[in-house]
């Protein structure tokens, strides 16, 4: 069993400031940044500051937790004007995680059910930051589901960053991965870069690799080949936003991984705590955010594309149920078909 697993938080409440790694420098830099008003944080998550759906929820979460307790307002009425501003312009950060819209609505509920300013301010703390450890006791779980599916001996293939630095702490896919290894399984992984923003590079190699697991980082170029080659034993990738009818909305190049993964007979298994499923919504009703340009014409900071190139950007992709072997929840494992089965398991 490993010692040295990930113990930082990425996003932790800090006496009415927000403390949160610095995702943009990593892996150069592992810097904590402290965060005082929630349009900072709204900027924190819309530049990748803090990334990874769970993150971004809990952080949301605590930025009109910091909203209501700078509040001077002197009425409920007040308090709620204020409050639905900073919701607002929270929410209008990134569209695709549903995360973010369940944290924030939680917190909106506490506001509805409590009476009196001070009450409010110290309820939609503590329910921020309750948020925070149930999203840590959501992956442990989770990844103890997930691991009964991983063999002694099998290589993994994850996508983007689904691990300790995308949640509060331990990890969705990253997560099954650590508590298969804390069964005293050996596990390898393979990560692809995650091109254009590169977390599988800059963040899950840095995270996985302080770690001591045995990681290989690859080119997203060189998924199909290593899949041919038989390298890959299963992949295990997070999600944003699983639909009620199964579609897994993940980092840009997830659907390429599944495609393959079927083609070569490996089994694929999205990991995301509840907070991910989108139980109101088909797949056909989520937004796909759109990036800067400047992340595919820039490498490293430089202009490697023509100017006046066109150029798309979609951060995330779709993958349809029929790729998918199970889901990996909290709550336990979905089964294929799984828009058959999540309903059952989620209630
Ligand atoms: O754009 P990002 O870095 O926020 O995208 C993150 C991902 O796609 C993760 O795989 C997903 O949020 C699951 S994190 C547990």
Same mark, same amino acid.
């Given at each position: 069993m490993k010692e040295n697993f990930f113990t930082l938080r990425t996003v932790a409440w800090d006496d009415g400031r927000v403390k949160m790694i610095d995702q943009s420098i990593l892996p150069g830099r592992l810097v904590y940044r402290s965060f005082d008003t929630w349009e900072k944080i709204a900027v924190a998550i819309k530049t990748l500051v803090v990334r990874g759906a769970p993150a971004i929820g809990v952080a949301a979460a605590m930025g009109l937790a910091i909203a209501a307790s700078k509040s001077k307002a002197g009425s409920k009425a007040q308090? =709620?004007?204020?409050? !639905?501003?900073?919701?607002?312009?929270?929410?209008?950060?990134?569209?695709?995680?549903? $995360?973010?819209?369940?944290?924030? *609505?939680? +917190?909106?509920? +506490?506001? &509805?059910?409590? *009476?009196?300013?001070?009450?409010? =301010? =110290?309820?939609?703390? =503590?329910?921020?930051? #309750?948020?925070? !450890?149930?999203? +840590?006791?959501? $992956?442990? @779980?989770?990844? !103890?589901?997930?691991? @009964?599916?991983?063999? *002694? #001996? *099998?290589? +993994?293939?994850?996508?983007? $960053? &689904?691990?300790?630095?995308?949640?509060?702490?331990?990890g969705t896919a990253l997560g099954v991965i650590r508590a298969a290894s804390e069964q005293g399984k050996c596990v390898k992984v393979i990560v692809p870069e995650t091109r254009p923003a590169l977390q599988g590079a800059r963040i899950t190699a840095f995270e996985l690799y302080k770690d001591g697991f045995d990681c290989t980082l690859i080119s997203d170029t060189a998924v199909g080949s290593m899949m041919q080659a038989g390298k890959v034993d299963k992949v295990v990738v997070g999600a944003d936003r699983i639909t009620k009818d199964g579609f897994v909305f993940n980092k840009i190049g997830t659907y390429q991984l599944a495609v393959l993964a079927k083609r070569h007979d490996v089994p694929f298994y999205p990991a995301a705590p509840s907070s991910s499923f989108d139980l109101k919504r088909t797949h056909d009703q989520v937004t796909i955010e759109e990036r800067p340009f400047d992340e595919v014409v820039k490498f490293g900071g430089k202009r490697v594309a023509p100017k006046g190139v066109a150029v798309v950007n979609p951060a995330f992709d779709m993958t349809p149920p029929d790729l998918v072997s199970a889901i990996i929840c909290e709550r336990g494992l979905i089964a294929s078909p799984v828009q058959d089965n999540i309903a059952t398991i989620m209630g």
């Open positions: 308090l =709620k004007v204020e409050m !639905e501003r900073a919701a607002a312009g929270l929410r209008a950060t990134r569209p695709t995680a549903v $995360n973010l819209f369940w944290a924030i *609505d939680r +917190v909106m509920g +506490v506001l &509805a059910s409590t *009476d009196g300013v001070p009450a409010i =301010k =110290k309820a939609v703390v =503590k329910e921020a930051c #309750g948020m925070a !450890e149930e999203d +840590v006791l959501a $992956n442990r @779980k989770l990844g !103890e589901f997930g691991a @009964k599916l991983l063999d *002694d #001996g *099998d290589t +993994v293939m994850t996508h983007c $960053n &689904a691990g300790a630095l995308a949640t509060v702490g331990y």
